[in-house]
Protein backbone atom coordinates (compact mmCIF):
# COMPACT_ATOMS: atom_id res chain seq x y z
CA UNK A 1 0.00 0.00 0.00
CA UNK A 2 2.96 2.13 0.82
CA UNK A 3 4.30 1.42 -2.32
CA UNK A 4 0.99 2.63 -4.15
CA UNK A 5 1.61 5.99 -2.76
CA UNK A 6 4.73 6.46 -3.40
CA UNK A 7 4.28 5.52 -6.95
CA UNK A 8 1.34 8.12 -7.67
CA UNK A 9 3.54 10.81 -5.88
CA UNK A 10 6.56 10.03 -8.58
CA UNK A 11 4.17 10.55 -11.75
CA UNK A 12 5.18 8.84 -15.13
CA UNK A 13 8.23 7.23 -13.75
CA UNK A 14 6.13 5.80 -10.42
CA UNK A 15 3.76 4.16 -13.02
CA UNK A 16 6.18 0.94 -12.92
CA UNK A 17 7.20 1.33 -9.81
CA UNK A 18 3.21 0.98 -9.28
CA UNK A 19 3.17 -2.32 -11.48
CA UNK A 20 5.85 -3.84 -9.76
CA UNK A 21 4.14 -2.74 -6.07
CA UNK A 22 1.01 -4.04 -7.41
CA UNK A 23 2.82 -7.51 -8.01
CA UNK A 24 4.34 -7.53 -4.70
CA UNK A 25 1.62 -6.75 -2.57
CA UNK A 26 -0.30 -10.12 -4.87
CA UNK A 27 2.38 -12.11 -4.06
CA UNK A 28 2.92 -11.34 -0.61
CA UNK A 29 -1.09 -11.74 -0.23
CA UNK A 30 -0.45 -15.45 -1.80
CA UNK A 31 2.48 -15.68 0.49
CA UNK A 32 0.08 -15.17 3.59
CA UNK A 33 -2.48 -17.51 1.87
CA UNK A 34 0.22 -20.05 1.18
CA UNK A 35 1.66 -20.09 4.98
CA UNK A 36 -1.72 -20.22 6.19
CA UNK A 37 -2.44 -23.41 4.80
CA UNK A 38 0.66 -24.80 5.06
CA UNK A 39 0.17 -24.17 8.58
CA UNK A 40 -3.27 -25.79 8.70
CA UNK A 41 -1.66 -28.74 6.84
CA UNK A 42 1.07 -28.99 9.98
CA UNK A 43 -1.85 -28.94 11.94
CA UNK A 44 -3.58 -31.43 10.57
CA UNK A 45 -0.30 -33.61 10.18
CA UNK A 46 0.19 -32.94 13.88
CA UNK A 47 -3.48 -34.29 14.95
CA UNK A 48 -3.06 -36.96 12.45
CA UNK A 49 0.15 -37.56 14.17
CA UNK A 50 -1.03 -37.73 17.26
CA UNK A 51 -4.07 -40.35 16.30
CA UNK A 52 -1.51 -42.87 14.69
CA UNK A 53 0.62 -42.47 17.95
CA UNK A 54 -2.36 -43.09 20.11
CA UNK A 55 -3.61 -46.38 17.52
CA UNK A 56 -0.40 -47.56 17.88
CA UNK A 57 -0.15 -47.29 22.12
CA UNK A 58 -3.79 -48.78 21.60
CA UNK A 59 -2.72 -51.63 19.20
CA UNK A 60 0.88 -52.39 21.70
CA UNK A 61 -1.66 -52.74 24.74
CA UNK A 62 -3.74 -55.06 22.71
CA UNK A 63 -0.91 -56.93 21.58
CA UNK A 64 0.90 -56.91 24.68
CA UNK A 65 -2.68 -58.45 26.33
CA UNK A 66 -2.82 -60.93 23.48
CA UNK A 67 1.06 -62.31 24.53
CA UNK A 68 0.13 -62.10 28.20
CA UNK A 69 -3.14 -64.45 27.28
CA UNK A 70 -1.01 -66.35 24.83
CA UNK A 71 1.46 -67.53 27.37
CA UNK A 72 -1.27 -68.46 29.72
CA UNK A 73 -2.72 -70.31 27.46
CA UNK A 74 0.49 -71.87 26.85
CA UNK A 75 1.02 -72.48 30.55
CA UNK A 76 -2.75 -74.23 30.99
CA UNK A 77 -1.88 -76.41 28.09
CA UNK A 78 1.54 -77.50 29.49
CA UNK A 79 -0.64 -78.24 33.04
CA UNK A 80 -3.20 -80.04 31.30
CA UNK A 81 -0.51 -82.10 29.35
CA UNK A 82 0.59 -83.05 32.70
CA UNK A 83 -2.79 -84.10 33.76
CA UNK A 84 -3.09 -86.42 30.89
CA UNK A 85 -0.20 -87.72 31.59
CA UNK A 86 -0.66 -88.40 34.91
CA UNK A 87 -4.34 -89.70 34.09
CA UNK A 88 -3.08 -92.03 31.36
CA UNK A 89 -0.12 -93.28 33.77
CA UNK A 90 -3.44 -93.89 36.13
CA UNK A 91 -5.33 -95.62 33.60
CA UNK A 92 -2.70 -97.92 32.59
CA UNK A 93 -2.08 -98.83 36.09
CA UNK A 94 -5.49 -99.62 36.50
CA UNK A 95 -5.63 -101.89 33.12
CA UNK A 96 -2.65 -103.64 34.61
CA UNK A 97 -4.04 -104.66 38.03
CA UNK A 98 -7.41 -105.71 36.09
CA UNK A 99 -5.41 -108.06 34.11
CA UNK A 100 -3.31 -109.32 37.21
CA UNK A 101 -7.01 -109.64 38.53
CA UNK A 102 -8.07 -111.37 35.83
CA UNK A 103 -5.25 -113.96 35.73
CA UNK A 104 -5.77 -114.46 39.75
CA UNK A 105 -9.38 -115.23 39.07
CA UNK A 106 -8.75 -117.57 36.74
CA UNK A 107 -6.28 -118.83 38.71
CA UNK A 108 -8.88 -119.00 41.66
CA UNK A 109 -11.32 -120.61 39.31
CA UNK A 110 -9.27 -123.08 38.43
CA UNK A 111 -8.75 -124.06 42.37
CA UNK A 112 -11.94 -123.92 43.10
CA UNK A 113 -12.79 -126.48 40.50
CA UNK A 114 -10.09 -128.82 41.98
CA UNK A 115 -11.22 -128.87 44.96
CA UNK A 116 -14.54 -129.74 43.70
CA UNK A 117 -13.15 -132.75 41.87
CA UNK A 118 -11.68 -133.60 45.08
CA UNK A 119 -14.59 -132.78 47.38
CA UNK A 120 -16.41 -135.51 44.91
CA UNK A 121 -13.41 -138.14 45.10
CA UNK A 122 -13.38 -137.42 48.60
CA UNK A 123 -16.99 -138.01 49.23
CA UNK A 124 -16.66 -140.64 47.26
CA UNK A 125 -13.70 -142.24 49.60
CA UNK A 126 -16.73 -142.00 52.52
CA UNK A 127 -19.43 -143.33 50.90
CA UNK A 128 -16.89 -146.44 50.28
CA UNK A 129 -15.66 -146.26 53.85
CA UNK A 130 -19.35 -145.99 55.26
CA UNK A 131 -19.75 -149.30 53.40
CA UNK A 132 -16.73 -151.03 54.50
CA UNK A 133 -17.95 -150.00 58.08
CA UNK A 134 -21.12 -151.51 57.90
CA UNK A 135 -19.95 -154.41 56.05
CA UNK A 136 -17.43 -154.73 59.22
CA UNK A 137 -20.01 -153.95 61.64
CA UNK A 138 -22.17 -156.96 60.10
CA UNK A 139 -18.63 -159.17 60.31
CA UNK A 140 -18.41 -157.85 64.11
CA UNK A 141 -22.15 -158.93 64.70
CA UNK A 142 -21.67 -162.62 62.61
CA UNK A 143 -18.44 -163.04 65.16
CA UNK A 144 -20.21 -162.10 68.41
CA UNK A 145 -23.06 -163.98 67.63
CA UNK A 146 -21.23 -167.26 66.65
CA UNK A 147 -19.13 -166.46 69.83
CA UNK A 148 -22.38 -166.40 71.70
CA UNK A 149 -23.43 -169.45 70.28
CA UNK A 150 -20.29 -171.55 70.58
CA UNK A 151 -20.58 -169.83 74.54
CA UNK A 152 -23.63 -171.44 75.27
CA UNK A 153 -22.82 -174.53 73.77
CA UNK A 154 -20.06 -174.91 76.11
CA UNK A 155 -21.86 -173.93 79.12
Keep these: MNASIEAARA ?7 SNVADEVRKQAERSA ?3 KEISAII ?5 ETRDA ?5 QGLGYV ?3 MQRATFTEQESHSMMQKVNHFNT ?10 ENSSNAGQVSAAIEELAAQKTSFLETIVSLQHLANDLDALSNVFH ?3 SD ?6
Design 90 to 99: AINTIVSIAQ
Design 64 to 66: NDG
Design 145 to 147: SDQ
Design 53 to 57: IEAIE
Design 43 to 47: SDTQH
Design 11 to 17: GEFGHGF
Design 150 to 155: SQSKVA
Design 33 to 35: MAT
